[in-house]
């Protein structure tokens, strides 16, 4: 059959929602979103105030989805795959439709971990059936395919275990030469500190530059530096070869930070020591998974020091005191948020819980003057992008709690209204942005990678609410704007962070930089959490778009037409899966399993029947598995094993072994620590493990 490859450019196409019954959810007007530029600092204060109490009375008014029975309704079926690659996971579903099968995909339960509708594994879930496929050809004695797995399994356990110190591991003094110092913090401030506001950045480099050319810096400094350093490791090359050493920064912070001597530490410096621990655990990947368990104790500990409370209402204290709570609550509602997502776990806060306004417009320099006066809000600061991130926290809230809430599951009616109600936040998100741009006065203006990771954002949560409804949209028309918004919203993420994409428009590539400079396409290639995982969930969703274009082309009789676009984006990821084995991942099934959904869409694409693939996915897998090993044996320190000894391997089980689905993700795991006696922050931690895992399943 003769294949044709249609060229579509990820900024032809325009999404715009089916026009329906008028929603009851009002979109956010430029008044409820944008704040005033010009009144004086009593009266902005005051109405800021009481344009946050619209927005919470709005947001009750708004969507107002039917709260379902606790227990399982008639059409609530639960579906569970077994496989030797990715052992047992449950997929928990209901009807579109009562009296229909069960199609909406609502939680998906693996291991102890139950993952609500924004987690990433509901993109792969589409691909069961490629399990299913070579399930029984792994069932074989002697199968290479299974050994192969298995080795490269205790290969990356045995390079993690070579990475990771002994716990605990006390905090040191040593630091970096000043020349890899200075990359690795000025790393950090352009990239993290820019969106997430920790840090009073002169104040910081004041401090720093006396810690490097002195030995009589305290510790929690220290600490606190070393974490930043950790952090700009992560983008210091393309191969993340100071890995090592922000493991063990990181474990250092968390030996600091679990001593029981913590209620004495509770200041705002420990604070910014526990954001940037957090976001450190994520992005260096040392037990990345467990940050939203981790954030509800920083949530509360928060609420312990009173940052939930505006300064307005608390003791008369200095404008850099008030300014910098308002700062870090501001951060710890935005990890709050993005941690929810990405382990799809509930927020566990509401709008009701604080009252802190949104930072003001300035400076850091202007902070620490006194009286100091606001920039306008068509004047960009310091604070500017956290600003505009800050606008979106309610409807960001509200759609995290739909999707990974217990009993709030939006319907279809429900799910167009708050795609309207994003986009209308998105448009004036982006036409401040933009305004920034095109003022002409010469001012300072977002950096490139500030503006990408809030449409990054942005675009996250638009595919996050279509999700529920995309498996259905693949052959039921009536849920066909879902599986269009799914598919070039993914395209347009992958773009987004790899922009030198060939499925971007030619004209948009001429200003793109390479892999090897792009800041955040390197943090996607060699730093783990939220960037990692969204694009291999695009990839996997654009994987079942091209899958159901090949069914539907075999049943026509004119040549077979595929979208050249997205056709790109499933070589380049493959390419770029590899290329994070070669940068320090040690887990290869995101890799693996890519290569495998790729070769079942070759092979429909080539005609061969389901009787003929099983034999091609092996072929695959095999092929997959013998790069992944010799890239493993050469990082592998031989000096300490060896390699070749096959019975010195520690192995586990092979059903313990093939049961990490985690894909993408690290497990290096330590001692989360004790924080004395603050029950109350520790028992949040428990609740949202309880509400993350289930037992017998």
């Not at 591991?169 to 993290?192: I, M």
């Not at 090592?244 to 910014?272: D, G, N």
């Not at 068509?378 to 979106?392: E, G, N, Q």
Request: charged share 20%.
């Amino acid at each position: 059959m003769e294949i044709q490859i249609e060229q579509v450019s990820a900024s032809d196409t325009v999404m715009t929602a089916p026009s329906g019954p008028s929603p009851s959810m009002s979109a956010p007007s430029d008044k409820a979103v944008l704040t005033p530029s010009s009144l004086p600092p009593t009266e902005e204060l005051q109405h800021l105030r009481s344009r946050v109490k619209q927005l919470e009375e709005q947001l009750t008014k708004t969507v107002r989805v039917s709260a379902g029975p606790a227990t399982p309704s008639p059409n609530y079926n639960i579906s569970t795959t077994r496989s030797h690659f990715a052992g047992t996971f449950h997929v928990a579903s209901e009807s579109a439709t009562a009296g229909q099968p069960p199609t909406i995909s609502r939680s998906i339960m693996h291991k102890t971990r139950v993952f609500g509708q924004s987690h990433w594994m509901n993109g792969v879930a589409q691909f069961a059936e490629v399990l299913d496929l070579i399930e029984p050809l792994l069932q074989k004695e002697g199968a290479r395919a299974m050994s192969n797995l298995t080795r490269c399994k205790w290969l990356g356990k045995t390079i993690k275990a070579q990475r990771t110190p002994a716990w605990p591991c006390p905090p040191t003094r040593d630091l970096p030469r000043k020349d890899v110092a200075d990359a690795l913090v000025g790393n950090y401030l352009r990239t993290s500190e820019s969106v997430y506001r920790v840090l009073h950045v002169p104040t910081f480099q004041r401090d720093y530059e006396d810690a490097m050319n002195s030995k009589n810096a305290e510790m929690p400094f220290l600490i606190l530096l070393k974490l930043a350093m950790a952090i700009g490791s992560s983008i210091y090359d393309d191969r993340f070869s100071m890995r090592a050493t922000a493991i063990r920064w990181v474990h250092e912070a968390q030996t600091w930070i679990s001593e029981p001597e913590s209620k004495a530490r509770l200041s705002l410096q420990f604070l910014q020591i526990h954001i940037l621990l957090l976001l450190a655990r994520e992005i260096v990947g040392v037990d990345g998974a467990l940050v939203w368990v981790s954030t509800g104790e920083l949530f509360r500990l928060a609420v312990y020091m009173g940052l939930n409370r505006d300064p307005e209402f608390l003791p008369i204290m200095p404008c850099y005191s008030s300014e910098m709570r308002r700062r870090l609550w501001n951060t710890i509602l935005e990890l709050v948020l993005q941690s929810s997502m990405e382990a799809a776990g509930p927020p566990l806060c509401s709008l009701d819980d604080f009252n802190t306004l949104p930072p003001g417009n300035f400076d850091d320099e202007a902070i620490t003057q006194e009286n100091p006066i606001p920039a306008p809000d068509d004047v960009f600061t310091d604070v500017s992008v956290a600003l505009a991130l800050r606008k979106m926290v309610p409807l960001r809230l509200c759609i995290i709690k739909i999707l990974n809430g217990i009993s709030s599951h939006a319907g279809y009616e429900d799910t167009l209204r708050l795609d309207q109600e994003l986009r209308v936040a998105s448009k004036l998100i982006s036409r401040e942005l933009q305004g920034y741009k095109t003022k002409g006065s010469g001012g300072r203006v977002p950096s490139d990678y500030q503006t990408r990771i809030v449409d990054f954002f942005i675009r996250r949560y638009m595919t996050a609410i279509h999700m529920p409804f995309f498996s259905v949209s693949l052959n039921e028309t009536q849920y066909a704007f879902s599986r269009k918004v799914v598919i070039e919203t993914s395209l347009k993420t992958w773009c987004t962070i790899f922009p030198m994409s060939s499925a971007m428009a030619s004209h948009s590539q001429n200003n793109a930089l390479p892999l090897e400079t792009d800041e955040l396409s390197r943090l996607a290639l060699c730093g783990t959490g939220t960037f990692r995982t969204s694009s291999m969930q695009a990839v996997f969703l654009i994987a079942a778009e091209l899958k159901t274009q090949v069914q539907e082309e075999t049943s026509t009789l004119g040549p077979m037409s595929l979208r050249r676009d997205l056709y790109s984006v499933l070589q380049e990821a493959k390419k770029w899966s590899l290329h994070c084995i070669e940068a320090g991942e040690t887990n290869i099934k995101g890799y693996l399993f890519l290569c495998l959904v790729c070769a079942q869409i070759k092979g429909l694409m080539n005609g061969l029947s389901r009787e003929e693939l099983p034999t091609v996915l092996l072929e695959a897998a095999e092929e997959a598995e013998a790069g992944c090993l010799s890239i493993l044996e050469g990082k592998i320190d031989s000096a300490t094993i060896d390699v070749e000894r096959q019975d010195d391997m520690a192995m586990d089980p092979v059903s313990e072994i093939m049961a990490d689905w985690s894909l993408m993700m690290p497990d290096t795991h330590f001692y989360l620590g004790d924080s004395g006696n603050m029950d109350w922050m520790t028992m949040d931690s428990l609740a949202a493990c309880a509400s993350y895992s289930i037992d017998g399943i």
